[in-house]
């Protein structure tokens, strides 16, 4: 739970000298509703909800789910429902329209507000709008953003960075092709929507880092999302008896993985800026026995880094440092298709639509930012103008459980997102 609960006058329930935030209606000067807003959002959280997150990869059954409790909540705001091949959800307003969200599938532990956040307050926006006969909206929850498959799929197959026929033989950890897990989304699937029919695209998201949260912020508008190379990497050397094989004799693959890994850290150093990270975040042992020398080890290797001659160097970095683990420790190396996003940076015209409404809702209380993380932003960005802001996560924790954000945050986030979409 967030530090700090948003109440409305009416509910009566602001006690003075008490640290909660207290706005009266003459405060709440845009026509959204804050109230139904935080309802939908809830709501969502319900959708795969564990302790406090959320469990929704990306074609399971809380992902199509929460994706058909969103598509009646467009189609009772207004907007005609459309989930294309991909299973990307539009709401879609007549005719041009800025186009508002981000997406609503989570990593395999994830947080309630990865994504969720910009869903609903661009369906809060679009309702609103056509409530008050605004401009044009349309919504979006994008497919696979936070990569069962690869990297951002939905919006990458959308905007055309990858065909629908290679994305279709990417496979999840488990070996699932995305062809049969989109199988599931049946009748569901209607005719592609035409990227043409946006004027841009803003997406709302949590910070995902310590910044705006320890500076005491509560925007962060976003300058450039950073770029991102993302690979499988499999080290398959020979299983034998753990009692028995000799320790020279060994081609042990967990022994590869782990040589690897500390002279990767070593040599990287002399080419990463601090703001460069890598990791290695999912690993497979085989036969993952005690008993057993492993015989294969397969594992993910991502780095990401705002310049993509750093990114490029990273990678003759690791492509030479598996060569000479795998030299000496007599292992086989294969590789898994390089997947990746290069960086971008924002549109600047509507980067300042989101300055000036930032500026209104939290004077003094905004910065321009980069992005660490990666978000559907980035692949859009091929289609039609685009830009994003930032709400403080507190703790600067995401893509764990514990994610949260005041909901004073999340308001003020709805608010600059709705005052940058001209629906105030
Ligand atoms: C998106 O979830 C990312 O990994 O940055
Ligand atoms: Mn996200
Ligand atoms: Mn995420």
Redesign the pocket.
Known sequence: MGRTRFVLVNEGLCPSNSPWYFWSEEDVFMAVSTERFLKDLHFVRRFGAQGTGVVRPAYSGPDLGARDWLASRMAEAGLAVRFDAMGNLFGLAEGQSLLLGSHSDS?PTGGWL?GALGVVAALEVARTSLETGGPAISVVSFQD???RFGVTTGSNVWCGGLTQCTADALTDHAGVTLAAARAALGERVGAPVDPSQFTGYVELHIE?GPVLDTAREQIGVVTDIVGIRDRVITLTGAQNHAGTTPMHLRRDAFQGLSAFNAMLNDRLRNVVMPSTVWTIGHVAVAPNASSIVPGQVRFSMQWRDGDIARLDRMQSVIDETLAQVADAHGLDVELGPLLGLDPVTMDAALQARLEAAAEKVAPGKWRLMPSG???DATNVARCMPVAMLFVPSIGGIS?AFEEDTDEVDLVAGLRVLAGAAGVA
């Open positions: 990593q990865d953003e936070e990569g995902q993380a990666l978000h893509h």
